[in-house]
């Protein structure tokens, strides 16, 4: 032991520290005095025995400010598209050129005069002036210097044990090491130093077997050797069969031999999601305890989130989906259910959302972010620190999303400092959410099977190894290429005095770990591959295959090595797989298909237990399916969130809108010349109001065709008007009744009162004459006698003294241009298109209606059965569209032969 010191066992990462640990109580019995740890835990250490003063590492900060501050440099216009992966790459290539030359000098004594490449040239003279603008180091760096270029006195010696490449160190590092062991008098126990290279180069497989030839050879060159039963090579079909075999080998091999348990077993996996949710899921469901696999949880990157949908809807009109988004975030000051209720507005058609009476300022400052306009510079920046503000004293997430809101916000807010006009690409390019992925080292137990990823170092020794992802640039891994220097800028640097890695050296690397891998096992060694990876794009297997087969005898092509578990040949061959005595019946569920009893009035469902009034939509939902009805009527109806597109519900609520404004009562009905000359505008003005996203330019053919179609709609009724000789009583008027004994209430689109006093109740219709002809001929129009029904109640104010005995109900159909109704009326014969049907339109959907509102009352609901689609279809003519209102309908439909309505 060190007086007054300690012995520090260096390795790569915390895997390796578990295996050399495990072996040093083994070998020692004790760990006093002794500490295994990475390299950042010996920079801790070292910082505190040393009494290192560091400064607020602010390296991050500042390095950012001096990459702003060089509008020339080569990572310019990079930083300005992506400032986050641009800062990241930067920052890597900066600290890997900095300790690429001795510790004692910096990057500017790289002669630049000795390379070639003017480009190379550009980039390093780009990196000297960045560091110089710094004008500091990172924290790690600031130590290894300060031990290495001052006169130190630590509280204790600290004495270092490194492996060549365990892990592998930079110029740095290496003289780090060599100024702490000076400080320590080298006083070095070289029986730590054995049990290190023991613990990563110790073969543990019998050396005469093809696994410990393997072992012991791979990627150099030797005899060849008879292939035996301790390496297979096993093809499936994608990573989840690999798991799933994987799962079931163990099993079959612990049921065929009694003394192996879990422990005995170890398994690589990529570092790749799939296979460890895949290992984590398989493994629970086969009651098999595996040890050190990672937990992986993903979150919603909501800080950034509702930063771009903030940015997204300065620009009117803004998607509805953004602000929906942006409504629920929690990143806003209210509670999660006014967000609810406000997007669900929303998304309902109604673009002028408010907020009740009362509510704090800060919620009515929040919605006015994304209502008010912002379309220059100050009204931005002044609307950005207002949303800063708001987030960060109102929030209702976590301090981590709220900083990453602040951040993106103070992002946009520095990008909009050097604009006139605000460049909204650029702004929305600056904030990227993305997947937040956190992943923790997962529990280590005894009886286990040991996990260990294939990015890190084994931690444990078995007699059974699997490798699972066997594929194409994995075992080893492939160093990647670097996004600032060419490998030709690698050698071209190294003549000049640095020593960065090269991607040679990288691959080299990776390989000595996969070797380490390889050594874990100490009887058998399994390799899975798949045809398929994750994407189902084909795979190929690991290019080791080929260094494998050049040190074994057998056949003649490497790939032939492999067998394919698909091949009822081949699995014959594979050893150790657990086959099942059968295929099993696959689990199938269908719902009952029973009418449902509730055994109360469904129309009382509310606070006050009275009965609820009925609209005639909703009664004729309840017609076509009492189940959508239902849904409907509690709550739970299928809500779905989608873009903006003008759907028929949507153009006819527009042409309501442009009819009200262009018909109104108490004045002359407008001349066609009038008509023409006022849709476009009432129609902007509509659109406007419930449709605003239809004013972009994208929509620009959708909007003429839609004010043609009023345009030509409109003359004609106006024409019709004339010839009945009628005037317009009031629009959008409400009615209210009572049917069968329940209220029932609805809005009329138009009252006209005839020359002989009469009066007609009109029902806009943006559709042609067939879906309102076909249903009121077979006697399923139920809007015509509820009309009457509510009419026979009178009138609201100020119309209360007209006459409501004698009215007719008129469909204008604005497609096709048809009046359509049960009767003639005075001067409808000069109307060109008035279609009359000569029979009851309504007596076979108000029996239904009346069946069914018994029904309900009695808390029955009947399901649909499948043939009903088909019914209504051809025998009622209408189109069920409540069958479509939520799955649940058709899920729940009764089979063919059940009756129809």
């Given at each position: 032991?060190?007086?007054?010191?300690?012995?520090?066992?260096?390795?790569?990462?915390?895997?390796?520290?578990?295996?050399?640990?495990?072996?040093?109580?083994?070998q020692?019995?004790?760990?006093?005095?002794?500490?295994?740890?990475?390299?950042?835990?010996?920079?801790?250490?070292?910082?505190?025995?040393?009494?290192?003063?560091?400064?607020k590492?602010?390296?991050?900060?500042?390095?950012?400010?001096?990459?702003?501050?060089?509008?020339?440099?080569?990572?310019?216009?990079?930083?300005?598209?992506?400032?986050?992966?641009?800062?990241?790459?930067?920052?890597?290539?900066l600290?890997?050129?900095?300790?690429?030359v001795?510790?004692?000098?910096?990057?500017?004594?790289?002669?630049?005069?000795?390379?070639?490449?003017?480009?190379?040239?550009k980039?390093?003279?780009?990196?000297i002036?960045?560091?110089?603008?710094?004008?500091?180091?990172?924290?790690?760096?600031?130590?290894?210097?300060?031990?290495?270029?001052?006169?130190?006195?630590?509280?204790?010696?600290?004495q270092?044990?490194?492996?060549?490449?365990?892990?592998?160190?930079?110029?740095?590092?290496?003289?780090?090491?060599?100024?702490?062991?000076?400080?320590s008098?080298?006083?070095?126990?070289?029986?730590?130093?054995?049990?290190?290279?023991?613990?990563?180069?110790?073969?543990?497989c019998?050396?005469?077997?093809?696994?410990?030839?393997?072992?012991?050879?791979?990627?150099?060159?030797?005899?060849?050797?008879?292939l035996?039963?301790?390496?297979?090579?096993?093809?499936?079909?994608?990573?989840?069969?690999?798991?799933?075999?994987?799962?079931?080998m163990?099993?079959?091999?612990?049921?065929?031999?009694?003394?192996?348990?879990?422990?005995?077993?170890?398994l690589?996996?990529?570092?790749?999601?799939?296979?460890?949710?895949?290992?984590?899921?398989?493994?629970e469901?086969?009651?098999?305890?595996?040890?050190?696999?990672?937990?992986?949880?993903?979150?919603r990157?909501?800080?950034?989130?509702?930063?771009?949908?903030?940015?997204?809807?300065?620009?009117?009109?803004?998607?509805?989906?953004?602000?929906?988004?942006?409504?629920?975030?929690?990143?806003?000051?209210?509670?999660?259910?006014?967000?609810?209720?406000?997007?669900?507005?929303?998304?309902g058609?109604?673009?002028?959302?408010?907020?009740?009476?009362g509510?704090?300022?800060?919620?009515?400052?929040?919605?006015?972010?994304?209502?008010?306009?912002?379309?220059?510079?100050?009204?931005?920046?002044?609307?950005?620190?207002?949303?800063?503000?708001?987030?960060?004293?109102?929030?209702?997430?976590?301090?981590?999303?709220?900083?990453?809101?602040?951040?993106?916000?103070?992002?946009?807010?520095?990008?909009?400092?050097?604009?006139?006009?605000?460049n909204?690409v650029?702004?929305?390019?600056?904030?990227k959410?993305?997947?937040?992925r956190e992943?923790?080292a997962?529990?280590?137990m005894?009886?286990?099977?040991?996990?260990?990823?294939?990015?890190?170092?084994?931690?444990?020794?078995?007699?059974?190894?699997?490798?699972?992802?066997?594929?194409?640039?994995?075992?080893?891994?492939?160093?990647?290429t670097?996004?600032?220097?060419?490998?030709?800028?690698?050698?071209?640097?190294?003549l000049?005095?640095?020593?960065?890695?090269s991607?040679?050296?990288?691959?080299?690397?990776?390989?000595?770990?996969?070797?380490?891998?390889?050594?874990?096992?100490?009887?058998?060694?399994t390799?899975?591959?798949?045809?398929?990876n994750?994407?189902?794009?084909?795979?190929?297997?690991?290019?080791?295959?080929?260094y494998?087969?050049?040190?074994?005898?057998?056949?003649?092509?490497?790939?032939?090595?492999?067998?394919?578990?698909?091949?009822?040949?081949?699995r014959?061959?594979?050893?150790?797989?657990?086959i099942?005595?059968?295929?099993?019946k696959?689990?199938?569920?269908?719902?009952?298909?029973?009418?449902?009893?509730?055994?109360?009035?469904?129309?009382?469902?509310?606070?006050?237990n009275?009965?609820?009034?009925l609209?005639?939509?909703?009664?004729?939902?309840l017609?076509?399916?009492?189940?959508?009805?239902?849904?409907?009527?509690?709550?739970?109806?299928?809500?779905?969130?989608?873009?903006?597109?003008?759907?028929?519900?949507?153009?006819?609520?527009?042409?309501?809108?442009?009819?009200?404004?262009?018909?109104?009562?108490?004045k002359?009905?407008?001349?066609?010349?009038?008509?023409?000359?006022?849709?476009?505008?009432?129609?902007?003005?509509?659109?406007?109001?419930?449709?605003?996203?239809?004013?972009?330019?994208?929509?620009?053919?959708?909007?003429?065709?839609?004010?043609?179609d009023?345009?030509?709609?409109?003359?004609?009724?106006?024409h019709?008007?004339?010839?009945?000789g009628?005037?317009?009583?009031?629009?959008?008027?409400w009615?209210?009744?009572?049917?069968?004994g329940?209220?029932?209430?609805?809005?009329?689109?138009?009252?006209?009162?005839?020359?002989?006093?009469?009066?007609?109740?009109?029902?806009?219709?943006?559709a042609?004459?067939?879906?309102r002809?076909?249903?009121?001929?077979?006697?399923?129009?139920?809007?015509?006698?509820?009309?009457?029904?509510?009419?026979?109640?009178?009138?609201?104010?100020?119309h209360?003294?007209?006459?409501?005995?004698?009215?007719?109900?008129?469909?204008?159909?604005?497609?096709?241009?048809?009046v359509?109704?049960?009767?003639?009326l005075?001067?409808?014969?000069?109307?060109?298109?008035?279609?009359?049907?000569?029979?009851?339109?309504?007596?076979?959907?108000?029996?239904?209606?009346?069946?069914?509102?018994?029904?309900i009352?009695?808390?029955?609901?009947?399901?649909?059965?499948?043939?009903?689609e088909?019914?209504?279809?051809?025998?009622?003519?209408?189109?069920?569209y409540?069958?479509?209102?939520?799955?649940?309908?058709?899920?729940?439909?009764?089979?063919?032969?059940?009756?129809?309505?």
């Open positions: 032991m060190i007086e007054n010191g300690i012995h520090f066992i260096l390795v790569p990462d915390a895997n390796a520290r578990r295996l050399v640990l495990t072996n040093l109580v083994g020692r019995g004790s760990t006093i005095g002794v500490m295994v740890g990475t390299w950042l835990e010996l920079i801790s250490q070292v910082s505190n025995d040393y009494c290192l003063s560091l400064e590492d602010s390296w991050q900060e500042d390095l950012q400010i001096a990459m702003q501050a060089m509008p020339d440099a080569f990572f310019t216009q990079s930083f300005e598209v992506d400032p986050v992966e641009s800062f990241r790459i930067i920052e890597s290539t600290i890997s050129l900095i300790t690429s001795e510790i004692n000098a910096d990057i500017s004594a790289i002669n630049l005069d000795g390379i070639e490449s003017a480009r190379t040239r980039i390093v003279a780009d990196l002036q960045l560091l110089e603008k710094v004008s500091r180091l990172p924290s790690e760096l600031s130590v290894m210097r300060q031990v290495c270029t001052q006169s130190n006195n630590p509280l204790r010696g600290i270092v044990y490194h492996h060549d490449a365990y892990p592998w160190l930079n110029l740095w590092q290496s003289s780090f090491i060599e100024a702490l062991n000076a400080d008098g080298n006083a070095a126990d070289t029986a730590y130093q054995e049990i290190l290279e023991a613990s990563v180069d110790s073969i543990s019998n050396a005469q077997s093809t696994l410990g030839h393997l072992q012991q050879n791979l990627f150099h060159k030797a005899n060849k050797v008879a035996d039963e301790s390496v297979q090579w096993l093809r499936v079909r994608d990573y989840l069969q690999e798991v799933e075999t994987t799962a079931g163990i099993q079959s091999m612990c049921d065929r031999d009694e003394s192996l348990s879990y422990v005995d077993f170890a690589v996996v990529p570092h790749a999601d799939e296979y460890i949710h895949a290992v984590k899921t398989v493994f469901q086969a009651a098999i305890p595996v040890s050190g696999l990672p937990k992986v949880t993903y979150y990157d909501h800080g950034v989130e509702a930063v771009l949908n903030y940015l997204i809807c300065q620009q009117k009109p803004a998607p509805v989906m953004a602000m929906a988004a942006f409504l629920i975030s929690p990143l806003m000051p209210w509670a999660k259910e006014t967000g609810i209720e406000l997007s669900d507005e929303l998304m058609g109604k673009y002028d959302i408010e907020l009740s009476p509510t704090a300022l800060a919620e009515r400052q929040a919605l006015s972010l994304i209502q008010e306009n912002n379309e220059t510079v100050p009204a931005l920046n002044k609307s950005l620190l207002l949303f800063k503000e708001i987030v960060s004293a109102h929030a209702n997430t976590s301090k981590f999303h709220v900083d990453r809101a602040v951040d993106s916000i103070n992002l946009v807010l520095a990008v909009l400092s050097h604009e006139s006009n605000i909204w650029k702004l929305k390019q600056s904030v959410p993305e997947q937040l992943e923790l997962g529990e280590t005894q009886e286990g099977v040991a996990v260990s990823l294939d990015s890190r170092e084994p931690w444990e020794k078995c007699k059974h190894l699997i490798v699972l992802g066997f594929s194409k640039r994995r075992y080893p891994t492939q160093a990647g670097s996004a600032i220097f060419s490998e030709d800028d690698v050698a071209s640097l190294a000049c005095g640095s020593t960065l890695v991607r040679k050296k990288q691959n080299e690397l990776h390989r000595d770990r996969f070797i380490r891998q390889v050594r874990c096992a100490r009887e058998s060694c390799y899975f591959l798949s045809h398929l994750a994407d189902a794009s084909s795979n190929h297997p690991s290019e080791s295959l080929v494998m087969h050049n040190l074994l005898d057998g056949p003649a092509e490497a790939e032939d090595l492999i067998l394919n578990l698909d091949s009822e040949t081949d014959r061959l594979a050893r150790d797989l657990k099942g005595a059968g295929k099993q696959p689990f199938s569920w269908s719902p009952r298909l029973d009418d449902v009893n509730f055994n109360t009035d469904l129309l009382t469902l509310s606070e006050d009275k009965v609820r009034g609209s005639p939509s909703r009664l004729g939902d017609m076509v399916s009492p189940l959508a009805w239902f849904l409907s009527w509690v709550g739970i109806e299928l809500k779905e969130w989608s873009p903006e597109e003008p759907g028929p519900i949507l153009l006819g609520s527009l042409a309501h809108g442009v009819y009200e404004n262009l018909f109104k009562p108490g002359p009905i407008p001349a066609a010349v009038a008509i023409k000359a006022n849709v476009p505008d009432l129609l902007d003005q509509e659109l406007k109001r419930i449709a605003p996203f239809m004013l972009a330019q994208k929509w620009a053919i959708e909007r003429h065709k839609l004010a043609d009023i345009t030509r709609s409109a003359v004609d009724w106006g019709a008007l004339e010839r009945l009628a005037t317009i009583v009031d629009n959008e008027i009615l209210k009744g009572e049917y069968s329940i209220p029932i209430h609805g809005q009329a689109d138009c009252i006209l009162k005839l020359p002989n006093a009469q009066l007609a109740v009109v029902d806009y219709k943006k042609g004459i067939a879906n002809e076909k249903p009121m001929s077979k006697g399923y129009d139920c809007q015509v006698s509820l009309y009457r029904e509510m009419l026979s109640n009178g009138l609201p104010e100020p209360q003294l007209l006459d409501v005995h004698h009215v007719e109900v008129l469909y204008y159909m604005m497609n096709s241009q048809n359509v109704a049960e009767n003639f005075p001067g409808s014969e000069d109307v060109p298109g008035w279609v009359t049907i000569e029979n009851d339109v309504s007596v076979n959907a108000m029996a239904l209606i009346k069946q069914r509102v018994d029904q009352r009695r808390g029955e609901i009947i399901l649909n059965n499948a043939s009903d088909r019914f209504y279809d051809r025998e009622a003519g209408l189109k069920p409540a069958l479509d209102r939520s799955p649940l309908v058709r899920l729940f439909m009764k089979p063919d032969e059940e009756d129809s309505p």
